[in-house]
């Protein structure tokens, strides 16, 4: 499989997780944490932090779903993809994601861009590290937290 394919469906799966929770409520924190490697790093307005992909992590995936389900999302909808192919292994995935929450009779869409790193071995894939925005701050701004 060529890289640039396996990141297309990588992605495609990444976002259908996200939207079988939406739907019907599951969560399969086995297939979210098996998206992310061993270790792994977030970098945002908030700082650098460096994740392990253990137990502890697989126990917070539904906490976090649950946290987004309290502040009345509806769909997180995959609007692009932009894909560079660094090597024979790596990528860096520009992702453009259009949040939707209804919530106390308003609706509101924030649209953000997270960039993912990934690791390819075969036909797995990883992400090793990824730079996010200041979440918080989009969702205190439109009155969710």
């Known amino acids: 499989m060529d890289v640039r394919d396996g990141v297309e469906k990588f992605f495609d799966r990444y976002a259908e997780r996200f ?34 992909n253990d137990e502890q992590f697989r126990t917070a ?27 024979d292994y790596h990528a860096m995935v520009k992702i453009h994601w259009n949040s939707v929450f209804n919530r106390d009779g ?21 992400i090793f590290a990824y730079i996010t925005g200041d979440e918080q701050a989009a969702l205190k701004e439109n009155g969710l937290i």
């Open 106 to 126: 308003f609706k509101v869409n924030i649209e953000f861009d997270v960039i993912y790193f990934l690791q390819t071995k075969g036909e797995e894939f990883k």
């Open 61 to 87: 995936i539904p906490q976090g779903y649950a946290f987004y389900k309290s502040i009345g999302i509806s769909s997180m909808d995959l609007m692009s993809k932009d894909i560079t192919v660094l090597d």
């Open 19 to 52: 939207d079988s929770f939406l739907v019907a409520d599951v969560v399969d924190a086995e297939q979210t944490a098996g998206c992310f490697a061993e270790c792994f790093i977030e970098s945002s307005p908030v700082g650098v932090i460096c994740g392990k």
